[in-house]
């Protein structure tokens, strides 16, 4: 099919739920503007819910002016950058929402990282201030020294909390390793007591849409982190592209589950800057491990959850999920990482929820496919464009010449949520974005007759064992139907006579044992023979991502 052929004919359309559209009368609201709609539209409905305590979308709107003076008075002015190295707090909300109103540009960080990431993050993005949590002030000190970095504002876990547990945090967070002293020093400043000592500043910037709103450091998963140059454009797009593909979705209603981390994409455009939009309350969990997200979901009841598969897997062997009320969600969406059949199916049968597979990344903001809510899910499919988004499946071969329907090649995405580039690298700019906007995912992927698209593996995941393409996600699959797996991760490794062959690393639900050709044996008779692993590792757990995205990288090492 010819370039015109498939990126014009947008065959997917016929599957489009009813009241989504083809294409979006984009309206030019910048991410700060729906925070101000929702604060006008629904002025005392809870915005966020941290442990309990609550705040209202006038207060929100009213933290978020009062932070802009707060980054004014220190000294931030249009186009500079601002690192946030928070979990899901109020803080990194109000601040996010601060910068960007000021037409500074956000720097989202993950708290996890080691210092070597951060320095290089800190200073590839020039950042000249960070907003951090107590416990990592030291660590910041001592890397302020080698970057441009002057001031540093920090947040506690206990800072916004009901009355009952604000008492008694003092008394078990530095036991439990929740919360520090934090020695006085220059151009240090406790983020809740700038805020109680200043008033709102609601003077005007002048923002373009095209202009960077935030950079966006990829997972470096595969290799060394990019950072992402977002525009307001791409960002508000986003959330009108998500919100025109849930047109039952009710304003004002809807309770959101906080969990994907807002410092990655994901969490940030579809649980963040969705739910504000929305006018949504928002259940912030700030470390989303199975157990939290049982007693967020039990104890708040949100009706919608965004997560990823490892937190799925999670929440559905621990323990305490015979006792855990998951009813009150309505729907997921799911994305990051492809999501085992049998998870959907374990899932959906505890809850009543509908699971919507969906696909992205860093580079469009992130979300660019998701099956319909209402319409017809294929399981193992990543969905259907969403409205104004183009896609081509194009050769590995040539790069350049569209494959057959239900051929494999690489998906090649354009779209207005497609990013600026990368900063500071024009040559991989070049390489992942054409002159007229296609994006180079890295994927391979295919389409059926319906315009329903699924990914085959990641291209630099790809193995090539005696002459045949194996897709690690095909042994997965596999792997996931044995009774015995949690979670499984196929990566190649050098063949005397294959060149590449697969192996396999295995983490055994609780309790279980399996022994190596146990495993062979059953991958034997569901795979064709070329396919066959020959090495298995069966390990405690798997390294991952902040988003729980296998690093398959470490694997390989």
Known sequence: MSEQGQSKEKVWINAYESGVPETIDFKEVLIPGYLEQSARDFPEKTALVFEGYKITFTELNDMVDTFVGVLRQLGIKKGNSVSILLPNLIPCVVAYYAILKMGAIAVMNNPLYSDRELLYQFNDSGSTMVITLDLLVERMKALRAKTQIKNIIYASLGDYLPFAKRLLFPLVAKKRKLATDVQPGPDLYSFKELLDKNEPDRTGVEIDFDDVAMYQYTGGTTGVSKGVMLTHRNLSYQVQQIKAWFPTFRMGTDIMLGALPFFH???????????????????????????????????????????????????????????????????????????????????????????????????????????????????????????????????????????????????????????????????????????????????????????????????????????????????????????????????????????????????????????????????????????????VEIRSDLPKSAVGKVLKKDLRK
């Open 265 to 535: 994409v994901f969490g940030l455009s579809v649980s963040m800057n969705f739910a504000i939009a929305m006018g949504w309350a928002n259940i912030l969990v700030p470390k989303p491990q199975p157990e939290p997200l049982l007693e967020a979901i039990s104890r708040f009841k949100p009706t919608f959850a965004p997560l990823v598969p490892t937190m799925y897997i999670g929440m559905l062997n621990h323990p305490n999920i015979g006792t855990s009320d998951l009813t009150s969600i309505e729907g997921c969406f799911s994305g990051s990482a492809p999501l085992p059949v049998e998870i959907i199916n374990d899932f959906e049968k505890m809850t009543g929820a509908v699971i919507v597979e969906g696909f992205g990344l860093t580079e469009s903001s992130p979300v660019t496919h998701v099956n319909p809510f209402q319409g017809t899910r294929k399981p193992g499919s990543i969905g259907l464009p969403l409205p104004n988004v183009e896609c081509r499946i194009v050769s590995m071969d040539d790069g350049v010449t569209d494959v057959e329907q239900g051929k494999p090649g690489e998906l090649f995405i354009r779209g207005p949520q497609v990013m600026k580039g990368y900063l500071n690298r024009p040559d991989e700019t070049r390489k992942t974005l054409t002159d007229d906007g296609w994006l180079h995912t890295g994927d391979v992927a295919t389409m059926d007759a319906d315009g329903y698209f699924y990914i085959v593996d990641r291209i630099k995941d790809m193995i090539i064992s005696g002459g045949y393409n194996v897709y690690p996600r095909d042994i997965e699959e596999v792997l996931y139907e044995h009774p015995k797996v949690q979670e499984a991760c196929c990566v190649g490794i050098p063949h005397p006579k294959r060149g590449e062959a697969a192996k396999v690393f295995i983490v055994l639900k609780s309790g279980e044992t399996a022994t190596r050709d146990e495993i062979l044996d059953f991958c034997s008779t569901r795979l064709a023979k070329y396919k066959w692993p020959v090495e």
